[in-house]
């Protein structure tokens, strides 16, 4: 399977309404040549490139939700349903690797446990036949997409066009970041984890804004990403394992996730401390034309 494409990025000295036009058509030709490949050995990556894909999608398309409006509802139900049907495949593949780098932690004496976990935990995944199936109807789904997105009409172009959805989804992030402190439920720190990662994704595409400011938030986001990630496959695998009877590692799983939790909440309360209306703002002096 080739690397995976650079992601795209804003040409803030063009018109913004065909920079998101042309980025959101990128993001999807390069979804549907990944998933024209065919290859056995490489289905998880394929799930796993094409959820990366939507995901992406999904928060440019966050940029722009109200002039959308309806449209952009249309289209978010559409990309979440592919992202969910593909969903099992990746999780299954997530906690496997959660349990190999846990493994690679672990005393001599727990080595044989981990090796029948990991057995049980292979076994548990979808069919690569199953799989394949998703993967063509990803394709037709996707494939409808992109023409929807040819069709859209359009719209006022320059910074406006982002400021509000840009500023919603900070907004998001500090949110979700409340919730999962006064809750701390996994349900809650998994939705941490997606406004994070959206967010991570947003600056991505902003990323032709090269100055210091937003490097170091590119860098923050990318690091609490990956951290959350960790904290979510964990609690995946924590589940899965009791779920075969392997308590003990289970519970393994969980006091790592739990000090995952202690290094993401220091991180993010420190990063989200700023209001969405001074992070917006900060964006806006540095949009060129602004």
Known sequence: MPEPSPIPRFEPSASTWTEVRRLATVELDAALARLRLDSADELGLVVHETRKSIKRLRALLRLVERPLRRAYHELDGELRGVAQNLASSREAGAALEALNALAERAVEERRHAYDRARLALSLHGPRPTVVRGLLVDAR???????????????????????????????????????????????????????????????????????????????????????????????????????????????????????????????????????????????????????
Not at 228 to 233: E, I, P
Request: net charge positive; proline share 2%; aromatic share 8%.
């Open 140 to 290: 037709t789904r996707l494939g409808k997409v992109r023409e929807r997105i040819l069709a859209w009409p359009e719209l006022a172009s320059g910074f406006e066009l982002l400021e509000r959805g840009y500023r919603r989804s900070y907004r998001r992030c500090r949110r979700t970041l409340r919730r999962a402190l006064g809750r701390g439920r996994l349900e809650d720190f998994h939705e941490l984890r997606k406004a994070i990662k959206a967010h991570q994704h947003q600056l991505n595409y902003l990323s032709a804004l090269d100055t210091a400011e937003f490097d170091a938030r590119r860098a923050t986001t990318a690091a609490l990403s990956q951290m959350l990630g960790d904290h979510h496959d964990l609690g995946l695998l924590a589940h899965q394992l009791e779920e075969f009877g392997f308590d003990e590692l289970a519970r393994e799983a969980e006091t790592r996730a739990a000090a995952w939790e202690r290094d993401i909440v220091e991180e993010a309360t420190v990063y989200l401390m700023p209001r969405s209306r001074v992070v917006s703002d900060e964006l806006a002096r540095v949009w060129p034309g602004r």
